[in-house]
């Protein structure tokens, strides 16, 4: 279960920086400037952005990255990093991208930019991570690791305000 500490509403100006930077980096149109936005503290040096208990960007010592389900709900156009079908299900439990999976990647990718992670079947986001190589690297590099993972499908983040309930005990009266 994932804790949020000192969670706080954002204002309207910090909302628009971070949607203009969002924009910039990826290529996504995101919050709107009245949205209700909460930033929560969830380890040293990372922040959730919460729209509701929706955890749809992250913030990694202060440069924000959409989240997995915040590019899902607003589809990026920058900063992305394909990888074969072989290689999911690796990158959906978390794992870093190795090179040999990368099938292509954002040309514009620099080394440190942070990434988002896509099949190359259905283009949908499976992780963001943090680049290790340039993009032109990643696309010609038969060895090595290429992006740090930093959040994937089905972690603490992506469960955040989706989790099942609790089923109540059974009754003892039910069990006679």
């Given at each position: 279960m994932l804790?949020?500490?000192?969670?706080?509403?954002?204002?309207r100006?910090?909302?628009?920086g971070i949607a203009e930077r969002l924009l910039s980096a990826f290529g996504a149109v995101t919050f709107a400037v009245d949205a209700a936005v909460e930033r929560a503290e969830v380890s040293d040096g990372?922040?959730?952005l919460l729209l509701g208990e929706e955890i749809l960007a992250?913030?990694?010592?202060?440069?924000?990255v959409l989240s997995v389900r915040g590019l899902l709900k607003w589809p990026a156009t920058k900063r992305w990093v394909t990888v074969d079908?072989?290689?999911?299900?690796?990158?959906?439990?978390g794992a870093d991208v190795m090179a040999p999976g990368?099938?292509?990647a954002d040309p514009a990718i620099a080394v440190g930019d942070l990434v988002w992670v896509r099949d190359e079947k259905n283009r949908r986001?499976?992780?963001?991570?943090?680049?290790?190589?340039t993009g032109a690297e990643m696309a010609a590099a038969e060895k090595g690791k290429s992006v740090k993972a930093v959040h994937h499908v089905g972690d603490e983040y992506w469960t955040h305000g989706h989790?099942?309930?609790e089923k109540p005990a059974p009754d003892e009266a039910e069990k006679a």
């Open positions: 804790r949020l500490r000192r969670r706080e509403r954002l204002r100006k910090e909302v628009e990372l922040a959730a992250l913030e990694l010592r202060g440069v924000p079908m072989g290689a999911v299900p690796y990158v959906y439990n990368i099938v292509e986001p499976l992780a963001v991570g943090a680049a290790l190589m989790e099942e309930p």
